[in-house]
């Protein structure tokens, strides 16, 4: 099809959709500012470690199958995937849960620290079995016109989503133990929220860990990114490293062509834009952009606060994946949720992969991915001038808090990312997780996948529905794909892993 599509940015979103349009017969070109793909899903190299920069373990699998798939490919033809049992260590204090996506197992773990409660984990589950199935439908339409909301899908979903319940309320129908209820609700920092205003709707998250599992990818996440952009070349499509657009030109409503900080300009029939939203408002969209007034009084995440660490050592006793909550992790939350104050009383998420993974560190080595939500910088705290002593707060924690008590020992190098570095990398706010998910800023609230006031300008990734994490950014690119097709009068038919794995499981 002799149609360009012109792709702003090869993050997660930008690849997905530029490996489907470009199967799909279309001319597609993405641009990307920096030397590798990815964007928040690049890997980082420092020295002889590789860290990823994001994401770092892969949920809902079968929907990365399903994109592969409309290409004739599968996903383990580009990467090596490995399958996390035990999945994460939970940790308050002296007491740990190692929680696991095997029923039995996980409900044995349970009753072990919690006891009395593992009755109420298989109660959760299957309720939650029918919960996704009946919902899941519903997070894969656009909601562009008012008809979409008369679909039978979103009928039978609204129960489920038109509800004044946070996360915390649903997961109080099923546990007496706060902690506990922590274990199905720590799933919210996905979103970059806290789980007592997180919507009701999203107690499927923990549901999905744990009923399919969450899957590490040999060398990093980063290479779902490279495997994609293979795809995308495969296809005959471009990409096109270190070309950042500067400007969208437009001819009325329809986007024309884009200008490259180097003067050059390229046409389009239709353009996606793959980039941190309200930052790509206020910056690259020329005439028509919006002043940062206007995008701060939307509601944003939190941000996080990394460490990546290279250690001349590998804590084998360590698990892959560790969350350690703060003693009062209500109050650590809501000082978060407030964007004024640093808590004191942090919790923190190791990722130790090499206990999994050899090649992301030198033989005897291995890299640490520490990350700490914590404020973004709507209110401008001074991270240049305090990094480093919070840096040091972290470790002293994470010594204290694991087995890892000699760890300023082996440490041989360290990078740090703040608030404020996230927001340098084009990031508002450096809200690490983009618009927060609240009703008012779902569905057909939230930027729409083709964006409203244009004609052919679409967005993909975490600020357009259905929201953020890799699952659904993929979701997201697929939506918009589809829509684009919809223009051309395109009919395919679509591949559906989900439909038969969800009925299995609420069977």
Known sequence: MNKRIIIIGAGPGGLTAGLLLANRGYEVTILEKNKVPGGRNAPIQDGPYCHDTGPTFLHQKFT???????????????????KLDPMTRLSWGDLSLETSSNREKMAANIEKSFPGEAENFLRFMDDHASKLKTIFPFLLKPYTRLSSYLDKNLLKALPYVATTKSVMDVLSDYFQDDRLKLAFTFQAKYLGMSPWNCPALFSILSYIEYEHGIYHVQGGLSKISEGMAKVVTEEGGEIRYEAEVEEILYQGKNAAKVRLTNGEELNCDQLIVNADYAHARTTIFGKKKQTN?????????????????GLDTLYKDQPHHHVIFADDYHQNLADIQGEKIISKDMSFYIRNSSVTDPTVAPKGHS???????????????????????????????MIAST?????????????????????NANIFLGATFNLAHTLSQMLHFRPQNRLKGFNNLYLVGGGTHPGSGLPTIYESARITTNLIDEVYDQKRTPVDFASGILTKAAN
């Open 64 to 82: 990365l199958d399903e994109i592969f798939a409309e290409t004739g490919r599968k996903p383990e033809d580009y990467m090596d995937f490995v």
């Open 293 to 309: 007034e206007d995008l701060r009084k939307k509601k944003y995440s939190c941000s996080t606060f990394m460490l990546y660490l």
């Open 367 to 397: 890299q640490l991915y520490v990350l700490v939500p914590t404020i973004n910088t709507r209110h401008g705290h001074d991270w240049q001038g305090t990094q480093e002593d919070y840096a040091e707060k972290i470790i002293d924690k």
């Open 403 to 423: 087995g890892m008590k000699d760890l300023r020992d082996h440490i041989v190098t360290r990078k740090i990312i703040t608030p404020t570095g996230w927001e």
